[in-house]
């Protein structure tokens, strides 16, 4: 009896795959059969009533939909690349100290320990027009004497929940990219010192190049991920007033859950889904090129 | 000696520009949390008032007394929560970090046919909507018996945690030099020993990283968990957390002390682990 | 603690007698799973399951707690897997339209003489299609007004809005003079003369109530969308001007019961229409800033002379599936008796049995502020409505909201938020083959 022999990195990869399949994979293609149906959820039997691409058509067809899809690729541009910037500026004046690093890193950490629950209830009370810490600062100050309307004004809503967004999430970037920092190999950054480089040309001719995969790899992580960011609009103010803050997460779990329409909010998903997929991509590839040009194998 | 006194001025600038930037973004990252910290020692009626009350006039442990009381008293079932969070989070953490570590080891070191594309595909996994998996998901594990167990939370933030760290972990072992590990065969190790003995070691820094990481969002997570945990069981201290509202009240102090209860292990373990990453500077004197 | 045991051995003789069959260990051996509504106000109730379990020999096995939104989301999900063989859910009269199938009838199983203890209009309003789906809890909910005594006690005060309004300043009667009192207290960003829900389902009940009280109709009888009509553009005029005036907080829109809770306790807002659950949090002193300085009165008319009374209950329900629906409905029974509902109102929720309202009042007699409490919710309970009884309700809320928002806000005109929520309305309804 000959024992199958598998190539080693497909043994490698078995559990990786194996886990995704039953956890990812087989539920998706049980939801992607019911967004073709009128599934509800409150009526089991729906899930039998073929109806096509209605689900699909109909989503393309709401103007809702469109602004709710529109919005999130709003959100997800601006709240990826503040993120980016401000935690590649954390990190680098973080490994610029000298002591009292380890207490500073985990303060840099320190929004990563709340739970997207908990920074959805915690802005919404700072950002509360009325008696919101916020507010009542800019009051007690004398900066203004108007209640300011953070989570209804049309603009303020959306700056807000990017604002409770970036507060929890730069901390990623920052920490992904002062590994990166430490991980740089320091005689090319002597060389460039010894060549007579200014700390702004070393840093972006020598430093920054090496980072970018770390920044790559930080970008994809966070655009998958930032579907959670669900939690904390959901409670903020679940896509109002008046849609203002509609996104595709916050549309797509009411329908689902609220109003039972599970089909038509799967279809919704999937439609989404392209929409990461398309960020995946992206990110790969530049992750890909930033690799191939620091010589590292693909 | 003008320009050497220029430069110093200069320097001297950069210095205190430096501080204050940092400061300044540490106050930011900082006092919306020490916020919900003071919350959880103050009485209601200081918390949203209106005028402020800025200087806490009272501080007391009457909502952290309340949480440990009894049922009907304001009582939360806290340490059951946080043992099931601790449980599903360690366990989960650990599977993933192995897990991952073996896929991103197979992407870093071996050429096969089809791996960009087994790479996206297991990165695009992560990218489906939590809403489009968590009803399925449910529905098969209602049906495989493993709702509202440890076992069940567990597989999810195994498989919600896997393709970021086979990502995380790639992405370090590829900084780590193929002649490194192959010099080591030649010495004579196995490629087994050559990974413990050589490649590990250096890429800890990833690992440390992508296990804050996992442990963080399984630690945290609330969407899966609240549909797939429902008693005692398995809830998690994020799902605890909406023990404290109600139909139309919220009892935000209460709900901040148990926040605290939430953050201080995590920061602990975070303060712990984290200075592997310091691992990651002895990469420079490996190449060099 | 003696009381409290004495009249419970009273009660599980009453109910031994009522139950006729009823006798120790009737159901021996059997285990219950139940799924609970969680949070600190309602679990005082379930340290009393232990008399049960002893009483009839069952146990019960509590396997969910959470808030009634989680487990709405769990009951569906539940349907959609078929894991329905659970017994006993808590149940609300807003979302019980929403599960046809999965509680059972509790007519058969439950005596006609111990249903009648309930307030009929309880009773009729967990009654849908002809089935009794649920026996209601002591946790009654409509709202009544709640408001600053103080605003009412300062002679310039009243002098000056007599001289502006034309009429003397008094605790408001209608909503019109809610609008005119509002409007005059208000001095932003400091003080606002009201508040209201802006969001969800929330904003859609309060807009409902206000409809019906200004003489209208949210759905004709079919379910059909009756809300773009006259009563329904006066009633969102009334929000609306509200707003402009700037006699709301401006983050109105986005308070849910929580927020407008926090703001009344806050001292800001001088009048408040709310729930029961809040009036022991808004005279505590450790809580409110309001404490000691709060009245309360009936919910005010709309134009039509009618009171805004929208309101629902929680409530214990069966399961279809359920293999012992008897014990199960015994469990149901016991958790919304009498001696039950002494229990969870004497902290403050408004019961829905006949006979402990007038324990409560009773009880509350040598307490002011509780029996002012009680009268006002009382006098607005007698004309209280509930939801309308369609599987759709939440779905079409959640068409109509942001309507209303962007009519408040200002994005739109009354005119024509109305008639897109009422189109809206109209394709869901004939979508899903309602008419």
Same mark, same amino acid.
């Given at each position: 009896?000959?024992?199958?022999?598998?190539?080693?990195?497909?043994?490698?990869?078995?559990?990786?795959?194996?886990?995704?399949?039953?956890?990812?994979?087989?539920?998706?293609?049980?939801?992607?059969?019911s967004?073709?149906t009128a599934y509800q959820l409150t009526r089991p039997d729906s899930l039998t009533k073929w109806i096509?691409?209605?689900?699909?058509?109909?989503?393309?067809?709401?103007?809702?939909?469109?602004?709710?899809?529109?919005?999130?690729?709003?959100?997800?541009?601006?709240?990826?690349?503040?993120?980016?910037?401000?935690?590649?500026?954390?990190?680098?004046?973080?490994?610029?100290?000298?002591?009292?690093?380890?207490?500073?890193?985990?303060?840099?950490?320190?929004?990563?320990?709340? &739970?997207?629950?908990?920074?959805?209830?915690?802005?919404?009370?700072?950002?509360?027009?009325?008696?919101?810490?916020?507010?009542?600062?800019?009051? &007690?100050?004398?900066?203004?004497?108007?209640?300011?309307?953070?989570?209804?004004?049309?603009?303020?809503?959306?700056?807000?929940?990017?604002?409770?967004?970036?507060?929890? &999430?730069?901390?990623?970037?920052?920490?992904?990219?002062?590994?990166?920092?430490?991980?740089?190999?320091?005689?090319?950054?002597?060389?460039?010192?010894?060549?007579?480089?200014?700390?702004?040309?070393?840093?972006?001719?020598?430093?920054?190049?090496?980072?970018?995969?770390?920044?790559?790899?930080?970008?994809?992580?966070?655009?998958?991920?930032?579907?959670?960011?669900?939690?904390?609009?959901?409670?903020?103010?679940?896509?109002?007033?008046?849609?203002?803050?509609?996104?595709?997460?916050?549309?797509?779990?009411?329908?689902?859950?609220?109003?039972a329409?599970m089909g038509?909010?799967?279809?919704?998903?999937?439609?989404?889904?392209?929409? &990461?997929?398309?960020?995946?991509?992206?990110?790969?590839?530049?992750?890909?090129?930033?690799?191939?040009?620091?010589?590292?194998?693909? | 000696?003008?320009?050497?006194?220029?430069?110093?001025?200069?320097?001297?600038?950069?210095?205190?520009?430096?501080?204050?930037?940092?400061?300044?973004?540490?106050?930011?990252?900082?006092?919306?949390?020490?916020?919900?910290?003071?919350?959880?020692?103050?009485?209601?009626?200081?918390?949203?008032?209106?005028?402020?009350?800025?200087?806490?006039?009272?501080?007391?442990?009457?909502?952290?007394?309340?949480?440990?009381?009894?049922?009907?008293?304001?009582?939360?079932?806290?340490?059951?929560?946080?043992?099931?969070?601790?449980?599903?989070?360690?366990?989960?953490?650990?599977?993933?970090?192995?897990?991952?570590?073996?896929?991103?080891?197979?992407?870093?070191?071996?050429?096969?046919?089809?791996?960009?594309?087994?790479?996206?595909?297991?990165?695009?996994?992560?990218?489906?909507?939590?809403?489009?998996?968590?009803?399925?998901?449910?529905?098969?594990?209602?049906?495989?018996?493993?709702?509202?167990?440890?076992?069940?939370?567990?597989?999810?933030?195994?498989?919600?945690?896997?393709?970021?760290?086979?990502?995380?972990?790639?992405?370090?072992?590829?900084?780590?030099?193929?002649?490194?590990?192959?010099?080591?065969?030649?010495?004579?190790?196995?490629?087994?020993?050559?990974?413990?003995?050589?490649?590990?070691?250096?890429?800890?820094?990833?690992?440390?990283?992508?296990?804050?990481?996992?442990?963080?969002?399984?630690?945290?997570?609330?969407?899966?968990?609240?549909?797939?945990?429902?008693?005692?069981?398995?809830?998690?201290?994020?799902?605890?957390?909406?023990?404290?509202?109600?139909?139309?009240?919220?009892?935000?102090?209460?709900?901040?002390?148990?926040?605290?209860?939430?953050?201080?292990?995590?920061?602990?373990?975070?303060?712990?682990?984290?200075?592997?990453?310091?691992?990651?500077?002895?990469?420079?004197?490996?190449?060099? | 603690?003696?009381?409290?045991?004495?009249?419970?051995?009273?009660?599980?003789?009453?109910?031994?007698?009522?139950?006729?069959?009823?006798?120790?260990?009737?159901?021996?051996?059997?285990?219950?799973?139940?799924?609970?509504?969680?949070?600190?106000?309602?679990?005082?109730?379930?340290?009393?399951?232990?008399?049960?379990?002893?009483?009839?020999?069952?146990?019960?096995?509590?396997?969910?707690?959470?808030?009634?939104?989680?487990?709405?989301?769990?009951?569906?999900?539940?349907i959609a897997a078929g894991?329905t063989?659970?017994?006993?859910?808590?149940?609300?009269?807003?979302?019980?339209?929403?599960y046809p199938s999965l509680?059972?009838?509790?007519?058969?199983?439950?005596?006609?003489?111990?249903?009648?203890?309930?307030?009929?209009?309880?009773?009729?309003?967990?009654?849908?299609?002809?089935?009794?789906?649920?026996?209601?809890?002591?946790?009654?909910?409509?709202?009544?007004?709640?408001?600053?005594?103080?605003?009412?006690?300062?002679?310039?005060?009243?002098?000056?809005?007599?001289?502006?309004?034309?009429?003397?300043?008094?605790?408001?009667?209608?909503?019109?003079?809610?609008?005119?009192?509002?409007?005059?207290?208000?001095?932003?960003?400091?003080?606002?003369?009201?508040?209201?829900?802006?969001?969800?389902?929330?904003?859609?009940?309060?807009?409902?109530?206000?409809?019906?009280?200004?003489?209208?109709?949210?759905?004709?009888?079919?379910?059909?969308?009756?809300?773009?009509?006259?009563?329904?553009?006066?009633?969102?005029?009334?929000?609306?001007?509200?707003?402009?005036?700037?006699?709301?907080?401006?983050?109105?829109?986005?308070?849910?019961?929580?927020?407008?809770?926090?703001?009344?306790?806050?001292?800001?807002?001088?009048?408040?229409?709310?729930?029961?659950?809040?009036?022991?949090?808004?005279?505590?002193?450790?809580?409110?800033?309001?404490?000691?300085?709060?009245?309360?009165?009936?919910?005010?008319?709309?134009?039509?002379?009618?009171?805004?009374?929208?309101?629902?209950?929680?409530?214990?329900?069966?399961?279809?599936?359920?293999?012992?629906?008897?014990?199960?409905?015994?469990?149901?029974?016991?958790?919304?008796?009498?001696?039950?509902?002494?229990?969870?109102?004497?902290?403050?929720?408004?019961?829905?049995?006949?006979?402990?309202?007038?324990?409560?009042?009773?009880?509350?007699?040598?307490?002011?502020?509780?029996?002012?409490?009680?009268?006002?919710?009382?006098?607005?309970?007698?004309?209280?409505?509930?939801?309308?009884?369609?599987?759709?309700?939440?779905?079409?809320?959640?068409?109509?909201?942001?309507?209303?928002?962007?009519?408040?806000?200002?994005?739109?005109?009354?005119?024509?938020?109305?008639?897109?929520?009422?189109?809206?309305?109209?394709?869901?309804?004939?979508?899903n083959?309602?008419?």
């Amino acid at each position: 009896m000959s024992r199958l022999k598998l190539p080693p990195w497909l043994v490698l990869l078995l559990p990786a795959i194996i886990i995704l399949m039953a956890v990812v994979l087989v539920p998706l293609v049980l939801s992607f059969y019911s967004s073709f149906t009128a599934y509800q959820l409150t009526r089991p039997d729906s899930l039998t009533k073929w109806i096509g691409t209605f689900n699909y058509r109909k989503a393309a067809g709401d103007a809702n939909f469109w602004w709710a899809f529109g919005r999130t690729v709003l959100l997800l541009t601006i709240a990826l690349n503040l993120e980016m910037l401000l935690g590649l500026g954390l990190a680098v004046m973080v490994s610029k100290v000298t002591t009292g690093q380890r207490l500073l890193r985990t303060a840099m950490m320190f929004p990563m320990m709340f &739970s997207p629950v908990l920074v959805g209830f915690q802005f919404k009370f700072i950002f509360n027009d009325n008696v919101g810490l916020v507010n009542n600062a800019l009051q &007690s100050l004398g900066l203004t004497d108007v209640a300011i309307p953070w989570l209804v004004d049309g603009h303020l809503a959306m700056f807000s929940i990017i604002f409770a967004e970036i507060w929890t &999430s730069t901390s990623v970037f920052a920490i992904l990219i002062l590994a990166g920092l430490y991980a740089i190999p320091q005689d090319p950054v002597e060389a460039a010192k010894v060549d007579g480089c200014t700390p702004w040309q070393s840093f972006r001719f020598v430093t920054l190049p090496f980072l970018m995969p770390f920044i790559y790899i930080a970008m994809a992580i966070r655009s998958l991920d930032v579907a959670r960011a669900y939690d904390i609009v959901q409670i903020m103010t679940n896509g109002g007033p008046a849609r203002r803050t509609e996104l595709l997460w916050t549309l797509i779990g009411r329908t689902a859950y609220v109003d039972a329409r599970m089909g038509y909010a799967n279809a919704m998903g999937y439609i989404a889904i392209l929409l &990461s997929i398309f960020f995946t991509i992206y990110f790969f590839r530049k992750l890909t090129a930033a690799r191939s040009e620091l010589g590292m194998g693909v | 000696m003008a320009s050497n006194a220029e430069h110093r001025l200069r320097k001297r600038l950069l210095r205190i520009a430096h501080l204050t930037g940092l400061f300044l973004a540490m106050s930011l990252i900082c006092l919306p949390g020490l916020w919900i910290v003071l919350n959880s020692f103050r009485p209601t009626v200081e918390i949203m008032a209106k005028p402020p009350v800025w200087i806490p006039n009272s501080l007391n442990l009457d909502h952290y007394r309340a949480m440990f009381g009894g049922v009907g008293e304001g009582g939360v079932p806290v340490l059951t929560y946080f043992r099931n969070s601790l449980i599903i989070s360690v366990t989960s953490t650990l599977v993933a970090l192995l897990v991952g570590m073996a896929g991103g080891y197979a992407f870093a070191r071996y050429r096969f046919k089809g791996k960009a594309a087994l790479f996206v595909g297991l990165m695009a996994t992560r990218a489906v909507p939590g809403v489009a998996l968590s009803l399925p998901l449910f529905i098969i594990m209602a049906r495989a018996g493993i709702i509202d167990t440890h076992f069940g939370l567990i597989l999810t933030y195994v498989a919600l945690n896997v393709p970021f760290t086979v990502w995380l972990i790639d992405g370090f072992f590829r900084q780590v030099p193929r002649e490194l590990a192959e010099a080591a065969e030649i010495d004579g190790c196995t490629r087994w020993q050559a990974f413990w003995k050589v490649e590990f070691p250096v890429a800890r820094a990833g690992i440390a990283s992508a296990g804050i990481f996992a442990f963080l969002t399984s630690w945290n997570e609330y969407a899966l968990a609240s549909q797939l945990t429902r008693s005692v069981n398995s809830k998690t201290m994020p799902v605890g957390l909406l023990d404290f509202t109600s139909q139309f009240t919220l009892n935000w102090g209460g709900m901040c002390a148990l926040a605290v209860l939430m953050i201080i292990p995590a920061l602990v373990l975070t303060f712990l682990v984290q200075k592997h990453l310091i691992a990651g500077l002895t990469f420079g004197g490996v190449k060099g | 603690m003696n009381r409290l045991a004495m009249t419970s051995c009273l009660a599980l003789a009453a109910m031994g007698m009522a139950t006729a069959a009823s006798a120790d260990g009737e159901f021996a051996g059997i285990t219950i799973e139940a799924k609970l509504i969680g949070g600190q106000q309602y679990e005082a109730l379930y340290a009393r399951i232990p008399e049960w379990e002893k009483a009839t020999g069952a146990t019960v096995k509590i396997i969910s707690q959470k808030n009634h939104f989680e487990l709405d989301k769990e009951f569906k999900s539940d349907i959609a897997a078929g894991t329905t063989d659970w017994c006993v859910g808590s149940n609300h009269s807003s979302f019980a339209a929403q599960y046809p199938s999965l509680y059972t009838d509790l007519t058969p199983l439950v005596p006609a003489g111990e249903v009648a203890e309930y307030v009929p209009a309880n009773i009729s309003a967990a009654t849908l299609d002809g089935k009794l789906v649920m026996l209601p809890r002591a946790q009654f909910d409509v709202s009544a007004l709640y408001y600053q005594k103080s605003l009412y006690t300062d002679p310039a005060k009243a002098e000056a809005f007599k001289a502006k309004y034309g009429y003397d300043l008094a605790v408001p009667e209608t909503w019109d003079q809610v609008r005119d009192q509002a409007e005059f207290f208000s001095n932003p960003p400091n003080f606002y003369g009201t508040q209201y829900a802006g969001k969800d389902e929330a904003i859609v009940g309060r807009f409902y109530e206000m409809v019906v009280a200004d003489g209208g109709k949210l759905f004709n009888d079919d379910f059909s969308p009756a809300f773009n009509s006259d009563a329904g553009k006066q009633a969102l005029q009334w929000f609306v001007d509200l707003y402009k005036a700037g006699a709301v907080p401006p983050g109105t829109t986005n308070y849910l019961w929580d927020d407008l809770g926090n703001g009344f306790a806050s001292g800001t807002i001088g009048l408040n229409l709310d729930w029961p659950g809040w009036a022991g949090f808004f005279n505590d002193a450790s809580a409110s800033k309001a404490a000691g300085n709060v009245g309360v009165a009936p919910a005010p008319k709309g134009s039509a002379g009618l009171r805004t009374g929208w309101s629902g209950f929680h409530g214990f329900s069966v399961t279809e599936d359920c293999a012992n629906k008897a014990a199960a409905a015994s469990l149901a029974l016991f958790l919304t008796s009498e001696d039950s509902q002494i229990l969870e109102s004497s902290t403050g929720p408004l019961p829905t049995r006949t006979k402990v309202w007038e324990h409560v009042a009773e009880a509350a007699k040598s307490d002011p502020y509780r029996s002012e409490v009680l009268a006002a919710f009382q006098e607005t309970a007698k004309t209280a409505f509930a939801v309308p009884a369609t599987p759709y309700w939440i779905e079409a809320t959640n068409l109509i909201y942001p309507e209303l928002q962007a009519a408040i806000l200002g994005d739109k005109s009354v005119d024509d938020a109305l008639a897109t929520a009422s189109d809206a309305v109209d394709n869901l309804m004939r979508e899903n083959g309602v008419y």
